[in-house]
């Protein structure tokens, strides 16, 4: 076993930590070589609120694909002015243009696992090189394969990802937002539940599935960021 998450379990109890406490433990024992990522959205909302308050300076890496509403740049530039938060952009090796030069229009409908590999998978993996871990605001309830993760893993890089938010649900994500009176992402009232890229996401129908809007009409559930190897 890794001997941080072993001094982990010894000494912080996930089940009796709060998310607080776990990103106090995180920046303790792994800065400055630890990161966060979101892609800002409202269900991103409680976590950078509260590395805004315990860990202010955090990186939090946002990786901006080219290809995301306009509405998730300025939420983006909204959250930054309003928490202080350490954002760090991450980028495609290709822009935009080249990328749609080389693999042609609408990759996202040929073939979406290309299309994430390139666009987010590989600008993070870039991003958390030297890195020893990664804070991440995945949930249980999201889809079912981060249903059975663990509060600690080693990803195959080496690198531990830490998920402060695991046992949360979206009722208590909603609950936060409110009680701190923070911002909602400028889409969600219009049904778009989880935002991922634009044209590829669409309004939720289903709110029992909020990712059901992603990568509508298929049925991909992960950009692959949380599908290790």
Same mark, same amino acid.
């Given at each position: 076993?890794?001997?941080?998450?072993?001094?982990?379990?010894?000494?912080?109890?996930?089940?009796?930590?709060?998310?607080?406490?776990?990103?106090? #433990?995180?920046?303790?024992? /792994?800065?400055?070589?630890?990161v966060a990522?979101?892609?800002?959205?409202?269900?991103?909302?409680?976590?950078?609120?509260?590395?805004?308050?315990?860990?202010?300076?955090?990186?939090?890496?946002?990786?901006?694909?080219? /290809?995301?509403?306009?509405?998730?740049?300025? /939420?983006?530039?909204?959250?930054?002015?309003?928490?202080?938060?350490?954002?760090?952009?991450?980028?495609?090796?290709?822009?935009?243009?080249?990328?749609?030069?080389?693999?042609?229009? *609408?990759?996202?409908?040929?073939?979406?696992?290309?299309?994430?590999?390139?666009?987010?998978?590989r600008p993070?993996?870039?991003?958390?090189?030297?890195?020893?871990?990664?804070?991440?605001?995945?949930?249980?309830?999201?889809?079912?394969?981060?249903?059975?993760?663990?509060?600690?893993?080693?990803?195959?890089?080496?690198?531990?990802?830490?998920?402060? &938010? &695991?046992?949360?649900?979206?009722?208590?994500?909603? *609950?936060?937002?409110?009680?701190?009176?923070?911002?909602?992402?400028?889409?969600?009232?219009?049904?778009?539940?989880?935002?991922?890229?634009?044209?590829?996401?669409?309004?939720v129908l289903?709110?029992?599935?909020?990712?059901?809007?992603? #990568?509508?009409?298929?049925?991909?559930?992960?950009?692959?960021?949380?599908?290790?190897?």
């Open positions: 076993m890794n001997l941080a998450i072993e001094n982990y379990l010894s000494g912080l109890h996930a089940d009796e930590a709060t998310p607080e406490d776990i990103l106090v #433990w995180a920046w303790k024992t /792994f800065a400055p070589r630890v990522s979101s892609s800002f959205q409202t269900q991103s909302v409680p976590l950078l609120h509260m590395i805004s308050r315990v860990c202010p300076e955090m990186p939090v890496i946002f990786i901006d694909t080219g /290809f995301h509403f306009p509405e998730t740049l300025e /939420f983006r530039e909204l959250l930054q002015a309003h928490l202080g938060l350490n954002i760090v952009i991450a980028q495609p090796e290709l822009s935009k243009n080249d990328f749609v030069l080389e693999y042609g229009e *609408e990759l996202y409908r040929r073939d979406p696992d290309l299309c994430c590999q390139i666009n987010k998978v993070l993996q870039c991003a958390l090189d030297g890195m020893s871990a990664w804070v991440t605001g995945v949930r249980h309830d999201q889809t079912k394969n981060r249903s059975s993760l663990h509060d600690l893993e080693t990803q195959i890089s080496g690198v531990i990802k830490i998920h402060p &938010l &695991l046992r949360w649900d979206r009722a208590q994500v909603e *609950e936060y937002r409110r009680h701190y009176d923070l911002p909602a992402h400028p889409l969600y009232e219009a049904g778009y539940l989880s935002v991922g890229c634009m044209p590829c996401t669409q309004p289903d709110v029992g599935d909020v990712r059901a809007g992603r #990568w509508a009409g298929t049925g991909k559930r992960e950009c692959g960021l949380h599908l290790d190897g």
